[in-house]
Protein backbone atom coordinates (compact mmCIF):
# COMPACT_ATOMS: atom_id res chain seq x y z
CA UNK A 1 0.00 0.00 0.00
CA UNK A 2 1.88 3.31 -0.92
CA UNK A 3 -1.18 5.76 -0.55
CA UNK A 4 -2.39 7.76 -2.78
CA UNK A 5 -0.17 9.69 -5.49
CA UNK A 6 -0.62 13.09 -7.33
CA UNK A 7 1.07 14.38 -10.17
CA UNK A 8 2.70 16.96 -10.25
CA UNK A 9 3.07 18.56 -6.97
CA UNK A 10 3.06 21.64 -8.07
CA UNK A 11 1.51 23.64 -11.93
CA UNK A 12 2.78 27.29 -12.27
CA UNK A 13 0.35 28.49 -15.61
CA UNK A 14 -0.86 31.30 -17.31
CA UNK A 15 -4.10 32.56 -17.64
CA UNK A 16 -5.86 30.82 -20.75
CA UNK A 17 -3.84 27.60 -20.56
CA UNK A 18 -4.74 23.91 -20.33
CA UNK A 19 -3.92 22.12 -17.19
CA UNK A 20 -4.31 18.42 -16.62
CA UNK A 21 -3.34 16.60 -13.13
CA UNK A 22 -3.19 12.78 -12.27
CA UNK A 23 -3.96 11.07 -9.86
CA UNK A 24 -3.03 7.59 -8.56
CA UNK A 25 -5.27 5.80 -5.89
CA UNK A 26 -4.45 3.01 -3.34
CA UNK A 27 -4.72 -0.17 -5.25
CA UNK A 28 -8.08 -2.09 -3.56
CA UNK A 29 -10.08 1.04 -3.40
CA UNK A 30 -13.06 0.90 -6.22
CA UNK A 31 -13.97 4.90 -5.00
CA UNK A 32 -11.98 8.21 -6.58
CA UNK A 33 -12.56 11.93 -5.26
CA UNK A 34 -11.29 15.59 -6.08
CA UNK A 35 -11.63 18.10 -4.01
CA UNK A 36 -10.39 21.52 -4.34
CA UNK A 37 -8.76 23.52 -1.18
CA UNK A 38 -8.21 27.38 -1.55
CA UNK A 39 -6.18 29.14 1.25
CA UNK A 40 -7.67 29.42 4.37
CA UNK A 41 -10.35 27.02 3.59
CA UNK A 42 -11.46 23.19 4.09
CA UNK A 43 -11.47 21.01 1.07
CA UNK A 44 -14.59 21.26 -1.34
CA UNK A 45 -15.79 18.50 -3.21
CA UNK A 46 -15.50 18.29 -7.15
CA UNK A 47 -16.73 15.37 -8.43
CA UNK A 48 -16.30 11.52 -7.88
CA UNK A 49 -16.05 8.31 -9.78
CA UNK A 50 -16.92 4.25 -9.00
CA UNK A 51 -14.78 2.33 -11.18
CA UNK A 52 -15.13 3.93 -14.14
CA UNK A 53 -18.06 5.52 -13.51
CA UNK A 54 -18.59 9.16 -12.65
CA UNK A 55 -21.10 9.75 -10.34
CA UNK A 56 -21.50 12.71 -9.07
CA UNK A 57 -20.45 16.32 -9.97
CA UNK A 58 -20.39 19.68 -7.69
CA UNK A 59 -22.13 22.77 -9.33
CA UNK A 60 -18.12 24.17 -8.53
CA UNK A 61 -17.05 21.60 -11.53
CA UNK A 62 -17.86 24.83 -14.44
CA UNK A 63 -17.78 23.13 -17.97
CA UNK A 64 -13.80 24.15 -18.16
CA UNK A 65 -13.18 21.08 -16.07
CA UNK A 66 -13.52 17.87 -17.01
CA UNK A 67 -12.58 14.75 -14.81
CA UNK A 68 -11.91 11.01 -16.52
CA UNK A 69 -11.31 8.09 -14.30
CA UNK A 70 -10.73 5.53 -18.02
CA UNK A 71 -10.10 2.09 -16.56
CA UNK A 72 -11.33 2.44 -13.15
CA UNK A 73 -7.57 2.76 -11.67
CA UNK A 74 -5.89 6.50 -12.39
CA UNK A 75 -7.77 9.49 -12.86
CA UNK A 76 -7.21 12.74 -14.80
CA UNK A 77 -8.68 16.11 -13.89
CA UNK A 78 -8.08 18.61 -16.87
CA UNK A 79 -8.86 22.57 -16.54
CA UNK A 80 -9.20 24.50 -19.60
CA UNK A 81 -8.36 28.01 -20.58
CA UNK A 82 -7.48 28.74 -16.62
CA UNK A 83 -8.42 31.43 -14.94
CA UNK A 84 -6.77 33.33 -11.85
CA UNK A 85 -9.36 31.67 -9.82
CA UNK A 86 -8.55 28.16 -10.47
CA UNK A 87 -5.56 28.53 -8.58
CA UNK A 88 -5.83 26.54 -5.12
CA UNK A 89 -4.78 23.05 -3.97
CA UNK A 90 -6.68 20.26 -6.11
CA UNK A 91 -6.68 17.00 -3.81
CA UNK A 92 -7.78 13.40 -4.78
CA UNK A 93 -8.49 11.21 -2.11
CA UNK A 94 -9.62 7.28 -2.68
CA UNK A 95 -11.61 5.24 -0.50
CA UNK A 96 -13.38 1.25 -0.60
CA UNK A 97 -17.14 1.44 -0.21
CA UNK A 98 -19.25 -0.77 1.10
CA UNK A 99 -16.84 -0.63 4.49
CA UNK A 100 -17.53 0.08 8.14
CA UNK A 101 -16.58 4.10 7.94
CA UNK A 102 -15.59 4.36 4.32
CA UNK A 103 -12.72 6.85 5.16
CA UNK A 104 -11.14 8.39 2.19
CA UNK A 105 -7.25 8.57 2.20
CA UNK A 106 -5.71 11.91 0.83
CA UNK A 107 -2.77 12.32 -1.50
CA UNK A 108 -0.48 14.95 -1.04
CA UNK A 109 -2.13 17.57 -3.47
CA UNK A 110 -1.43 18.88 -6.45
CA UNK A 111 -0.85 23.17 -5.71
CA UNK A 112 -2.09 25.46 -8.66
CA UNK A 113 -0.66 29.00 -9.65
CA UNK A 114 -2.35 30.57 -12.15
CA UNK A 115 -0.59 33.99 -13.41
CA UNK B 1 -28.24 22.87 3.27
CA UNK B 2 -24.92 20.93 4.98
CA UNK B 3 -22.44 23.16 6.69
CA UNK B 4 -19.63 22.20 9.08
CA UNK B 5 -18.25 25.64 11.26
CA UNK B 6 -15.55 25.08 13.66
CA UNK B 7 -12.84 27.85 15.53
CA UNK B 8 -10.04 29.43 13.48
CA UNK B 9 -7.34 29.16 16.12
CA UNK B 10 -6.51 27.44 19.41
CA UNK B 11 -3.13 27.84 20.84
CA UNK B 12 -1.88 25.58 23.83
CA UNK B 13 0.85 24.91 26.02
CA UNK B 14 2.81 21.30 25.18
CA UNK B 15 1.50 19.20 27.82
CA UNK B 16 -1.15 20.85 27.97
CA UNK B 17 -4.66 19.06 26.33
CA UNK B 18 -6.35 21.07 23.28
CA UNK B 19 -10.00 20.78 22.51
CA UNK B 20 -11.15 21.64 19.07
CA UNK B 21 -14.94 21.73 18.24
CA UNK B 22 -17.32 21.67 15.75
CA UNK B 23 -20.66 21.72 14.49
CA UNK B 24 -22.50 20.51 11.83
CA UNK B 25 -26.00 20.99 10.34
CA UNK B 26 -26.83 17.66 8.64
CA UNK B 27 -28.42 15.09 10.93
CA UNK B 28 -28.43 12.56 8.61
CA UNK B 29 -24.65 12.59 8.72
CA UNK B 30 -23.34 8.80 9.00
CA UNK B 31 -19.56 9.41 9.88
CA UNK B 32 -18.20 11.92 11.35
CA UNK B 33 -14.03 12.63 10.67
CA UNK B 34 -11.06 14.43 12.22
CA UNK B 35 -8.36 14.92 9.46
CA UNK B 36 -5.01 16.74 10.47
CA UNK B 37 -3.05 18.89 7.70
CA UNK B 38 0.56 20.17 8.10
CA UNK B 39 1.94 23.21 5.97
CA UNK B 40 1.74 22.28 2.18
CA UNK B 41 0.71 18.86 2.77
CA UNK B 42 -2.18 16.70 2.18
CA UNK B 43 -4.81 15.90 5.01
CA UNK B 44 -4.12 12.99 7.26
CA UNK B 45 -7.10 11.01 8.58
CA UNK B 46 -7.21 11.05 12.51
CA UNK B 47 -9.98 8.89 13.38
CA UNK B 48 -13.48 8.81 12.56
CA UNK B 49 -16.91 8.32 14.59
CA UNK B 50 -19.99 6.75 13.42
CA UNK B 51 -23.10 8.60 14.45
CA UNK B 52 -24.88 6.38 16.79
CA UNK B 53 -21.51 6.05 19.16
CA UNK B 54 -21.39 9.07 21.40
CA UNK B 55 -17.52 8.59 22.20
CA UNK B 56 -14.21 7.10 20.52
CA UNK B 57 -11.14 6.94 21.97
CA UNK B 58 -7.88 6.17 19.96
CA UNK B 59 -4.34 6.45 22.27
CA UNK B 60 -4.17 10.84 22.76
CA UNK B 61 -7.07 11.28 21.16
CA UNK B 62 -10.86 11.32 22.34
CA UNK B 63 -14.01 12.14 20.07
CA UNK B 64 -17.14 13.31 21.69
CA UNK B 65 -20.00 13.67 19.62
CA UNK B 66 -23.03 15.12 20.86
CA UNK B 67 -25.77 14.23 18.15
CA UNK B 68 -29.09 16.19 19.93
CA UNK B 69 -27.06 19.54 19.50
CA UNK B 70 -24.92 18.37 16.65
CA UNK B 71 -21.54 18.86 18.44
CA UNK B 72 -18.09 16.70 17.87
CA UNK B 73 -14.82 18.03 19.86
CA UNK B 74 -11.57 16.22 19.42
CA UNK B 75 -8.86 16.07 22.85
CA UNK B 76 -5.71 15.73 22.25
CA UNK B 77 -4.30 15.09 25.72
CA UNK B 78 -0.43 15.73 26.36
CA UNK B 79 -0.18 18.45 23.15
CA UNK B 80 3.32 17.92 21.50
CA UNK B 81 4.88 20.80 19.39
CA UNK B 82 4.22 17.91 16.43
CA UNK B 83 1.17 18.54 16.95
CA UNK B 84 0.77 21.58 15.30
CA UNK B 85 -1.12 21.84 12.33
CA UNK B 86 -4.48 22.53 10.76
CA UNK B 87 -7.66 20.23 11.93
CA UNK B 88 -10.34 19.56 10.17
CA UNK B 89 -13.84 18.46 11.06
CA UNK B 90 -15.53 16.51 8.39
CA UNK B 91 -19.44 15.00 7.41
CA UNK B 92 -20.36 12.39 5.10
CA UNK B 93 -23.63 12.11 4.05
CA UNK B 94 -26.05 9.15 3.99
CA UNK B 95 -24.86 6.07 1.22
CA UNK B 96 -26.61 7.96 -1.39
CA UNK B 97 -24.65 10.84 -1.28
CA UNK B 98 -21.54 8.73 -2.34
CA UNK B 99 -20.01 9.29 0.92
CA UNK B 100 -18.49 12.62 -0.27
CA UNK B 101 -16.87 15.23 2.95
CA UNK B 102 -18.40 17.86 3.89
CA UNK B 103 -15.60 19.83 5.46
CA UNK B 104 -14.87 22.81 8.02
CA UNK B 105 -12.89 25.84 7.56
CA UNK B 106 -9.98 24.29 9.34
CA UNK B 107 -8.88 24.74 13.16
CA UNK B 108 -5.28 26.06 13.58
CA UNK B 109 -3.76 24.47 16.52
CA UNK B 110 -0.21 26.17 17.82
CA UNK B 111 1.62 24.43 20.74
CA UNK B 112 3.90 26.30 21.95
CA UNK B 113 6.60 25.07 24.32
Known amino acids: DTGVSQDPRHKITKRGQNVTFRCDPI?????LYWYRQTLGQGPEFLTYFQNEAQLEKSRLLSDRFSAERPKGSFSTLEIQRTEQGDSAMYLC?????????????FGPGTRLLVL | GEDVEQSLFLSVREGDSSVINCTYT??????LYWYKQEPGAGLQLLTY?????DMKQDQRLTVLLNKKDKHLSLRIADTQTGDSAIYFCAESGTYNQGGKLIFGQGTELSVKP
Open chain 1, 27 to 31: SEHNR
Open chain 2, 26 to 31: DSSSTY
Open chain 1, 93 to 105: ASSRSGGAGETQY
Open chain 2, 49 to 53: IFSNM
